[in-house]
């Protein structure tokens, strides 16, 4: 099997007490071909100087930069500086599985679309947001109006991908999650059946946590990529609506909902059923739908006429003329 090179991007910041042992599972990848390439986030614990002395045969690499920046602009620069095409994201915090490389590069070389691979968080703990385990493109891309699916620390890019929606920009909090939305646009998503990393479960992606007034402003900002050829008053009263159950919806909604999901599909050069498809999808036009009829008693009585009315209506066109005597 051909072993195409692989960059890791690491970015740090006073990560020294944990550095030694994550480099140290950089370095025992079961594959041939990788190096590291590293952007010193303005450390002062040292940080700098253990990374420049691990770098060494086992794990070829250089240090990039040293000048604090964001960290989305410090990213932005090690995707610039990288010569491969795929590259692995590595955390200053949490450990790489041997065969991490291996596995992520397999599935990329056999799966030609696919511009993310993730994995899943090796940090199962029960509080995890619902969504998470979601697998296939089309949940993955579709959760993405709604939460963020894909851990950072986990994740495998293309570089064209990232380079053609523009590079990693700098969103505090949040870089990783606007680079997903812009690169549902253009590419597949994908996730590996089991966890690639382990350790440091404390450390967290830098999106802001869903239902707070932090992740609505990110989203918000980015509603024409999450819901193209949706008014975007309309495409954020949408995603309001499945925010909070206690506002009414009403038919127009549910006509809007699910010609937002079309509209969405269509934008990724999909057929407008891809996302209607989708397990989330289904259920979430289910309980729009259900809160619909419970705030409209008149239409929860008059449904179920007007379904036997047009049955019957249906039967009466149909039915074959009495024969003459």
């Known amino acids: 099997m051909p072993h195409p090179p692989v960059t890791w991007l690491m970015v740090v910041r006073n990560s020294r007490p944990t550095l030694d042992a994550v480099l140290g599972s950089l370095a025992a990848q079961d594959y041939p071909r990788h190096e590291l390439l590293v952007w010193d986030n303005g450390s002062t614990d040292g940080s700098a100087e253990t990374i420049a ?20 602009e410090a990213l932005a620069h090690l995707v610039a500086s990288a010569k491969t095409e795929l590259l692995a994201i590595a955390d200053a915090q949490t450990l790489s599985q041997p065969d991490r490389l291996s596995r992520q590069a397999a599935t990329l070389l056999d799966q030609r679309k696919v511009g993310v691979l993730a994995a899943p968080p090796h ?59 812009r690169l549902a646009l253009i590419c597949r998503f994908a996730m590996l059946d089991r966890p690639c990393t382990e350790g440091a479960a404390a450390a967290q992606p830098s999106t802001p946590p869903l239902h707070t007034d932090a992740f609505r402003h990110l989203r918000d900002g980015l509603i024409d990529r999450l819901l193209p050829g949706t008014d975007p008053s309309a495409g954020v009263r949408l995603l309001n609506l499945l925010d909070d159950d206690t506002q009414r919806v009403t038919e127009e909604d549910l006509r809007r909902f699910r010609r937002s999901a079309m509209l969405a599909a269509q934008a990724c050069r999909y057929a407008p059923s891809y996302f209607l498809k989708t397990q989330r999808f289904r259920a979430q036009e289910a309980a729009l739908r259900a809160r619909y009829l419970r705030h409209e008693p008149v ?14 209506a249906h039967k009466l066109r149909h039915r074959q003329p009495d024969r003459a005597a």
Request: hydrophobic share 40%; charged share 35%; net charge positive.
């Open 53 to 72: 002395r691990r770098l060494n045969d086992a794990l070829p690499g250089r240090i990039v930069g040293t000048a604090r920046l964001g960290k989305g």
């Open 123 to 181: 940090d199962t703990r029960e509080s995890a947001e619902p969504g998470t385990a979601a697998q296939n493109d089309a949940e993955l891309r579709w959760a993405l109006r709604f939460e963020n699916p894909i851990d950072f620390r986990t994740v495998m890019l293309r570089r064209s991908a990232v380079l053609e929606v523009g590079n990693v920009r700098d969103r505090r909090p949040g870089e990783d999650y606007d680079l997903w939305v």
């Open 299 to 312: 239409i929860r009585v008059c449904e179920p006429l007007l379904r036997s009315a047009k049955t019957l």
